[in-house]
């Protein structure tokens, strides 16, 4: 079956980088695009980003445009989202999820990042 | 970018009642909505696609209408395991974006 776990969480101080990874497993990743959504304390979902099947086209949120890059590495079934100039509204659970053809459909049991100084 | 607003943000019910759950677009997403079902400490999980198209597994209590920027998640008859948040999501483009959630409390 579908798994994703993602991983690379942890405290970090404002201003500073973080790299989330998620691995994948039980399907031909090499197919399918893959997503970060996030999820604040107490709050809703925020689509973060997507980076399609074959890595050649990436989209954001215009919250972190410009501070967070998403990729992937089909050679080992892992999609990655680089955090950069990360501040304190960037304080979530990040999900990975895998598209089904145009929407999601599996998602990771997240990883928690927090910013803090 | 397209807003998602659904009503209402909290939905007290009781189990066996039959509930409605409304998501809106700000501009027209044809059929490109999916609506999931979030539990305290747990990822989503998909319910609907395609606006109408039940994910495998999901119970047929659940359903889902409408297209262009008017949509509907029903729930025929709510069970004690159907308590969550529940929220909607257009594919339409990007960037993608999900609705404020709906928590369905037990009255």
């Known amino acids: 079956q579908v798994q994703l776990v993602e991983s690379g969480g942890g405290v970090v101080q404002p201003g500073r980088s973080l790299r989330l990874s998620c691995a994948a497993s039980?399907?031909?990743?090499?197919?399918?695009?893959m997503h970060w959504v996030r999820q604040a304390p107490g709050k809703g979902l925020e689509w973060v980003a997507v980076i399609w099947y074959d890595g050649s086209n990436q989209y954001y949120a215009d919250s972190v445009k410009g501070r967070f890059t998403v990729s992937r590495d089909n050679s080992k079934n892992m999609v990655y989202l680089q955090l950069k100039s990360l501040r304190a509204e960037d304080t979530a659970i990040y999900y990975c999820a895998r598209s089904g053809g145009l929407h999601l459909v599996n998602w990771g049991q997240g990883t928690q990042v927090t910013v803090s100084s | 970018d397209i807003q998602m607003t659904q009503s209402p943000s909290t939905l007290s019910a009781s189990v066996g009642d039959r509930v409605t759950i409304t998501c809106r677009a700000s501009?027209?997403?044809?059929?490109?909505l999916a609506w999931f079902q979030q539990k305290p400490g747990k990822a989503p999980k998909l319910l609907i696609y395609r606006a109408s198209s039940l994910e495998s597994g999901v119970p047929s209590r659940f359903s889902g209408s409408g297209s262009g920027t008017e949509f509907t998640l029903t729930i025929s008859s709510l069970q004690p395991d159907d308590f969550a948040t529940y929220y909607c999501q257009q594919y339409d483009s990007y960037p993608w974006s999900f609705g404020q959630g709906t928590k369905l409390e037990i009255k």
């Open positions: 501009q027209t997403i044809s059929s490109y």
């Open positions: 039980g399907y031909n990743f090499n197919n399918y695009g």
